[in-house]
């Protein structure tokens, strides 16, 4: 596991692609996210090829918060605890220094998601919260349904 570079773009945003209901970004906004964001993403590397992706950043209005974009592991790696390893790595990362909170949106049918963030809490002692983020109607002009918040804290210090 590793921070990305923006060589890794392409790889990423195919990974993405082949793993719905993953949203699609733009390839540039992956770009973004392994150059801009590189300390709060994590690629897993498996024989020159990337078969795990988590994005993340630390909210500016919410500095204590490290917020998860999106997960993704390639077909070949599944079942093989790698999202947890990767959320793992990316809260002991320096980036992730002084964070209370992991916070992620999930839509309601997404149960692999909700499983794989239960767990991580479970696994760190802390507990999870629900709520509404951006409705389907509201904010996602119905198009798309409701993401919620999940909200996993305290996280644990690493002192």
Same mark, same amino acid.
């Given at each position: 596991?590793?921070?990305?570079?923006?060589?890794?773009?392409?790889?990423?945003?195919?990974?993405?692609? @082949?793993?719905?209901?993953?949203?699609? %970004? /733009?390839?540039?906004?992956?770009? !973004?996210?392994?150059?801009?964001?590189?300390?709060?993403?994590?690629?897993?590397?498996?024989?020159?090829?990337?078969?795990?992706?988590?994005?993340?950043?630390?909210?500016?209005?919410?500095?204590?918060?490290?917020?998860?974009?999106?997960?993704?592991?390639? /077909?070949?790696?599944?079942?093989?605890?790698?999202?947890?390893?990767? !959320?793992?790595?990316?809260? @002991?990362?320096?980036?992730?220094?002084?964070?209370?909170?992991?916070?992620?949106?999930?839509?309601?049918? %997404? @149960?692999?998601?909700?499983?794989?963030?239960?767990?991580?809490?479970?696994?760190?002692?802390?507990? !999870?919260?629900? @709520?509404?983020?951006?409705?389907?109607?509201? $904010? !996602?002009?119905?198009? $798309?349904?409701?993401?919620?918040?999940?909200?996993?804290?305290?996280?644990?210090?690493?002192?």
């Amino acid at each position: 596991m590793r921070r990305p570079c923006a060589e890794d773009g392409a790889q990423i945003t195919a990974l993405i692609a @082949a793993a719905p209901p993953l949203d699609r %970004n /733009s390839a540039y906004c992956n770009l !973004l996210q392994c150059t801009d964001f590189a300390d709060t993403c994590v690629v897993a590397e498996r024989g020159g090829r990337i078969v795990g992706w988590v994005s993340g950043y630390r909210p500016p209005a919410a500095p204590d918060d490290m917020f998860v974009w999106q997960v993704a592991v390639d /077909s070949s790696a599944r079942g093989e605890g790698l999202a947890a390893r990767m !959320l793992d790595a990316l809260i @002991a990362r320096p980036a992730a220094a002084g964070a209370t909170s992991l916070i992620t949106t999930i839509t309601e049918a %997404n @149960a692999a998601s909700w499983a794989l963030f239960a767990a991580f809490a479970r696994r760190h002692g802390a507990g !999870l919260t629900k @709520a509404p983020r951006f409705e389907r109607d509201a $904010h !996602l002009g119905g198009t $798309h349904d409701t993401e919620w918040e999940a909200r996993i804290g305290p996280l644990p210090t690493t002192d």
